[in-house]
């Protein structure tokens, strides 16, 4: 525990107190001069007879105000308090395929990694977004609830996997669904930034997805990521990174994985959102974000703390008292008893 927020400020009083010192002796040497000059000893001491003699607490009182002051400013703290500060946010699930197709190399070093690579930088400048984290393939499910916090957002995206779902395949209705359910309690407008190489193996399903989009206000911001000539997907690669074999299919052929942006637009369209085709990190960060413009946002507390209690006040308090003594200090003439 640190007992002062500003322990400088004790240095400080230091010369502030020398200070006020050198100016009472200074005052005091040079009124003594003068006196000497002006007046002998004896016709000095007649003339102050009645008034009262000077005193040293006066000086105190000056420097103990100066030094309670100063310790007021170093900040005392002790004690604990639990701080709930308050934002305002807009709402948005960010949801990435995992599927196997997103091994694919066409976009280097492979589609997932260029994507948590973007999705990174995304969250590092979405500071007034509360955000949720969605994996999906042919099912989706939530890898981090809606939050602010950047820390548990980069630890999420980083621990995204290709087939770290139990289920194979890839459906774009799933993610929409499950978005739309995470998104349900806050009104307004909220958006779903869908990045997948477009590939759907349940397409009757997207026009309910559509409509689950559009009545809970949820843009779809789709980002399609991969080329249209498409590439191999790379089922086994050694510890050093090198391909040993490519995805097949069930008669035994080799597996071509292409973008597939049909079903992106359709939704990104149906939903006010937007199509981003993939291109660079930074590039597709700042289309986002320019995306994101305009949605609602609501109050909310953020994360709490704990922090300690500010004591200044203490002080304070009594700076202001020695002060006070200070000026109401008697001085001038003094009060004569009444003769029998």
């Given at each position: 525990?640190?007992?002062?927020a500003?322990?400088?400020?004790?240095?400080?009083?230091?010369?502030?107190?020398?200070a006020?010192?050198?100016l009472?002796?200074?005052?005091?040497?040079?009124?003594?001069?003068?006196?000497?000059?002006?007046?002998?000893?004896?016709?000095?001491?007649?003339?102050?007879?009645?008034?009262?003699?000077?005193?040293?607490?006066?000086?105190?009182?000056?420097?103990?105000?100066?030094?309670?002051?100063?310790?007021?400013?170093?900040?005392?703290?002790?004690?604990?308090?639990?701080?709930?500060?308050?934002?305002?946010?807009?709402?948005?699930v960010?949801?990435?395929?995992?599927?196997?197709?997103?091994?694919?190399?066409?976009?280097?070093p492979?589609?997932?990694?260029?994507?948590?690579?973007m999705?990174?930088?995304?969250?590092?400048?979405?500071?007034?977004?509360?955000?949720?984290?969605?994996?999906?393939?042919?099912?989706?499910?939530i890898?981090?609830?809606?939050?602010?916090?950047?820390?548990?957002?980069?630890?999420?995206?980083?621990?995204?996997?290709?087939?770290?779902?139990?289920?194979?395949?890839?459906?774009?209705?799933?993610?929409?669904?499950?978005?739309?359910?995470?998104?349900?309690?806050?009104?307004?407008?909220?958006?779903?930034?869908?990045?997948?190489?477009?590939?759907?193996?349940?397409?009757?399903d997207?026009?309910?997805?559509?409509?689950?989009a559009?009545?809970?206000?949820?843009?779809?911001?789709?980002?399609?990521?991969?080329?249209?000539?498409?590439?191999?997907?790379?089922?086994?690669?050694?510890?050093?990174?090198?391909?040993?074999?490519?995805?097949?299919?069930?008669?035994?052929?080799?597996?071509?994985?292409?973008?597939?942006?049909?079903?992106?637009?359709?939704?990104?369209?149906?939903?006010?959102?937007?199509?981003?085709?993939?291109?660079?990190?930074?590039?597709?960060?700042?289309?986002?974000?320019?995306?994101?413009?305009?949605?609602?946002?609501?109050?909310?507390?953020?994360?709490?703390?704990?922090?300690?209690?500010?004591?200044?006040?203490?002080?304070?308090?009594?700076?202001?008292?020695?002060?006070?003594?200070?000026?109401?200090?008697?001085?001038?003439?003094?009060?004569?008893?009444?003769s029998?």
């Amino acid at each position: 525990m640190e007992l002062f927020a500003r322990p400088l400020f004790l240095l400080y009083s230091i010369p502030a107190l020398a200070a006020v010192l050198f100016l009472f002796w200074a005052g005091r040497y040079l009124k003594n001069r003068a006196i000497r000059i002006l007046f002998t000893p004896s016709a000095y001491e007649k003339m102050t007879a009645d008034l009262r003699a000077e005193s040293y607490g006066r000086t105190v009182l000056m420097c103990l105000s100066v030094f309670f002051l100063f310790v007021a400013l170093a900040g005392p703290q002790w004690g604990t308090e639990i701080l709930e500060a308050q934002g305002s946010f807009a709402q948005t699930v960010i949801a990435v395929d995992v599927s196997a197709s997103m091994r694919a190399q066409d976009v280097s070093p492979d589609r997932l990694d260029s994507a948590k690579t973007m999705l990174r930088m995304l969250v590092s400048n979405l500071k007034e977004e509360r955000i949720g984290i969605v994996a999906f393939t042919s099912k989706a499910f939530i890898q981090c609830p809606i939050t602010t916090d950047e820390d548990a957002l980069r630890y999420f995206i980083t621990s995204l996997k290709p087939n770290m779902l139990p289920v194979a395949g890839t459906a774009l209705a799933e993610p929409v669904k499950l978005a739309a359910r995470m998104l349900s309690k806050y009104p307004g407008q909220k958006a779903l930034i869908l990045l997948t190489d477009g590939e759907d193996h349940s397409p009757e399903d997207i026009a309910s997805a559509k409509e689950i989009a559009q009545k809970s206000g949820v843009r779809v911001i789709a980002v399609g990521i991969g080329t249209k000539e498409g590439t191999l997907i790379p089922d086994k690669i050694d510890a050093s990174g090198r391909i040993l074999e490519y995805k097949k299919d069930k008669q035994g052929n080799t597996v071509v994985s292409k973008l597939d942006d049909k079903a992106l637009l359709a939704l990104a369209q149906a939903t006010g959102g937007a199509y981003i085709p993939y291109t660079t990190p930074a590039q597709v960060s700042a289309k986002i974000e320019d995306a994101l413009r305009g949605l609602d946002k609501t109050q909310s507390a953020t994360a709490k703390r704990a922090t300690y209690k500010t004591r200044y006040q203490i002080p304070l308090v009594l700076a202001l008292l020695c002060l006070t003594g200070y000026l109401l200090w008697p001085r001038g003439k003094r009060r004569r008893k009444n003769s029998l």
